[in-house]
């Protein structure tokens, strides 16, 4: 059975996809995109009945604009050429089918890519979390910390973007409204500030502790130095810490937001995404992209402006929240 219709029996049956994720929060955020993408793809349907040279024309523009990446639906497309030919499928409609298998496929590439965290063995989990300014990190941190608080677990809050006006204020709010552990001071040393800051959380029983740091690109060897020094004082106080290194990036800055993916890499070691914003655009297809343009795994999605519309990210989850529609139709 392909992967089309297992999510269809799941429509039908309307069983939930093996997954902590509520589909509804997908199927809501990902309306943006599912409106048009799957709305152009139906109308492709309606406008080719046979699979056609300029059909495929069509459908590379639908894809490229979805943000899905040019290397991407490249890729992509000859698969499904491939596909088309060995399966001798000339319906268009059932090349819809073909479509989502694909997709699926290309996102998950064989690989056990994990959108699970890496938890510590003993003693707090550190999370680190890196980006560029205005994407959304400091909000993201609380949410993930409102999360593991709903868990019953215990969360601290290190701030060490401390050279940014209100920054470290902006995080000791948040804070407190997640009733969340804090440490932070302002215009001093970030490194100083995680190394007391890990102590406290050590000393405090903290199940997770995440750390804000500065976002600024401008000077990427400066940022590579303050991070590399960042992780050898975590390292020193909690061994294998960080456990994970979260990249937050905005969905709506759609291909900009892969090249700072591509910036980050090259200056840390980043174990995930976080994609915020993915219900403020239409194009949702910029989750394949980063996984095809970085080979990193995303992590969580930000679906909405609660706290809870912050999910762990399952593949299935998001192609079923994109595809709904079609497979009700079929």
């Not at 139906?42 to 490229?64: D, P, R």
């Not at 496929?105 to 938890?119: A, G, P, Q, R, W």
């Not at 980050?264 to 394949?288: P, R, S, Y």
Request: no cysteine.
């Amino acid at each position: 059975m392909g992967f089309f219709d297992k999510l269809k029996k799941m429509v039908s049956k309307k069983e939930t996809v093996p997954s902590e994720n509520n589909l509804e929060i997908y199927e809501k955020g990902l309306e943006k995109t599912r409106e048009e993408f799957v709305s152009k793809l139906s109308l492709l349907g309606v406008k080719y009945t046979k699979v056609s040279e300029e059909y495929f024309e069509e459908l590379e523009q639908i894809l490229i604009m979805a943000d899905i990446g040019i290397h991407t639906v490249m890729e992509f497309l000859d698969r499904l050429r491939a596909r088309v030919k060995k399966e001798n499928i000339t319906d268009t409609k059932y090349l819809n089918e073909v479509i989502v298998d694909e997709l699926f496929i290309i996102y998950v590439n064989n690989e056990s890519l994990s959108d699970k965290i890496h938890e510590a063995s003993e003693g707090p989990t550190v999370i680190l979390m890196v980006g560029v300014n205005g994407v959304g990190k400091t909000t993201t941190i609380a949410k993930l910390a409102h999360k593991y608080i709903l868990e019953g677990k215990k969360v601290m809050m290190i701030a060490a973007d401390t050279f940014r006006a209100g920054a470290v204020a902006q995080l000791e709010e948040w804070a407190n409204k997640t009733n969340s552990l804090f440490y932070g001071k302002e215009n001093t040393d970030p490194s100083g500030v995680i190394y007391d800051g890990l102590e406290e959380a050590k000393k405090s029983g903290v199940d997770y502790v995440f750390i804000d740091t500065a976002g600024r690109l401008q000077n990427k060897v400066n940022l590579m130095k303050e991070l590399e020094k960042m992780n050898k004082v975590i390292g020193k106080i909690i061994p294998d810490a960080p456990h994970e290194t979260l990249l937050v990036i905005d969905a709506t800055t759609g291909q900009n937001g892969i090249l700072q993916a591509k910036a980050f890499q090259e200056i840390t070691n980043i174990t995930g995404i976080v994609l915020t914003k993915l219900d403020g655009t239409a194009k949702g297809g910029i989750v394949l992209a980063i996984k095809e343009s970085v080979g990193i795994p995303v992590k969580f999605i930000g679906l909405g402006e609660k706290m809870e519309d912050l999910q762990t990210f399952d593949i299935e989850s998001y192609i079923y929240g994109l595809f709904k529609e079609m497979m009700e139709h079929e």
